[in-house]
């Protein structure tokens, strides 16, 4: 209920400074909060741009010499397919002090099994952990029971599917080394990208998404940790009181209880995960919903704490408003849609075009971001940067305008549940860690 009430709070809030702001300049209320949109993310922009150019004359200071120990955590829940590439992978990692944790969630198939395989095989590195069918279910209860049971100073959690190079945790803990720095979170790159149109648009999304860490990051921002490949101080999960078992999304939901506690969270973006791609649309949109649903709730959780806190950064909780215009605006143009489509199929005195216009910028805003974002980070050529960037802007745009606001609703109208959306891996033959290096600024 309390969730419930913290959204209608914050629907009319924002419907009133809308109406307010109309009144004072005669403006469609979507123009308004786009406007706002485009001006922070132009701002962002600006301020990663002004950091690249202050680091290439004053590189800032890495400490390289943070060496803490490590307890690498895998849940796997149904992961019999990919666990055993996943921990060969890791335990691959150049650096010394580190034991890989993984923990069976409740799974039906031989996940226990490969699991018992692997430790017996790597009794040096592989530990295991298998949870009672009856255990609490979510990936922050898998990852707090694990806590309980290791005692290195930083953890690392990774996904089932997870694939990194050698050097993972030396080039981000440099990244974690400051005292105030709680968490550092590596690039997030989709390695079977070119199976289908899905797959590219999931890896376009993250290339985007790259660029928006940075850019929070060059403002000491409120940068998000992603579930995959992040690095996290013990001392800073037990100041916070580990995950949050009541949540959908533990790696959100993590991030802002860490900033809350005034314990900053770092991106490093030349530390890269590898992870694969849903390639069918009914499962991306089931793991999607679970994504806007959690980030929601978060915002909601946490919202008055946000609010009034004395201890996190003004900069962050700027930031951390300014990105409640992602869920702002799918919800106010599908009203609008509506209205208008009504006014317009009545013969009222309508808007349908202009707000069919807004939808258009909308698509156009998320162009340029890509456009932008591809050819700097995956080095796209021009063509493939242009075509790519289109169609992945359409994507979202009918991806994340209707998902949005049936989440909006399903908050306001439906109890809340633990609806997790399990993610299938192993569904194609994993490509190989490209080579390469990715130019990252």
Known sequence: MRDRLVLVAIILIIGILLAFIHLLVPVDKLFVVIFLMVFYTIALSAAFSHQNRRNKKRPQRLNYNYEPSICIMIPAHNEESVIRKTVENIIGLDYDDFEIFVIDDRSTDNTAQVLKELEEEHKDKVKILIRDKNAYPGKSAVLNDALALCDKEVICVFDADARVKKDFLKVLLPYLAPEEIGAVQGRK?????????????????????????????????????????????????????????????????????????????????????????????????????????????????????????????????????????????????????????????????????????????????????????????????????????METSIYMVLMWTPLVTFIVFKILLCRRDMNWGKTSHGLVETPKIPNKEVIQS
């Open 189 to 389: 790159i989709i390695i079977n990208k070119e199976v289908n149109f899905l797959t590219r648009c999931q890896n376009n999304e993250y290339t985007l998404d790259n660029h928006f860490q940075l850019s929070r990051d060059s403002i000491n921002g409120a940068v998000e940790l992603r579930g995959n490949g992040f690095l996290v101080k013990r001392a800073a999960l037990e100041e916070i009181g580990g995950w949050n078992n009541n949540t959908i999304t533990d790696d959100l939901d993590l991030s802002t209880k860490l900033h809350l506690n005034a314990w900053g969270v770092r991106y490093c973006p030349v530390g890269e995960v590898y992870e694969e791609a849903i390639l069918n649309f009914l499962p991306l949109l089931k793991q999607r919903r679970r994504w806007v649903e959690g980030s929601i709730r978060r915002y909601l959780d946490y919202f008055f704490q946000v609010l009034t806190s004395e201890v996190i950064s003004l900069r962050a909780s700027f930031d951390m408003f300014a990105y409640l215009l992602e869920f702002v605006i799918p919800v106010l143009l599908v009203f609008q849609l509506c209205i208008q489509s009504f006014n317009y199929i009545k013969g009222y005195e309508n808007q349908l075009f202009a707000t069919l216009a807004v939808s258009f910028g909308i698509c156009v805003f998320f162009f340029c971001g890509l456009l932008f974002s591809l050819r700097r980070y995956d080095k796209l050529s021009w063509w493939q940067t242009i075509k790519q960037s």
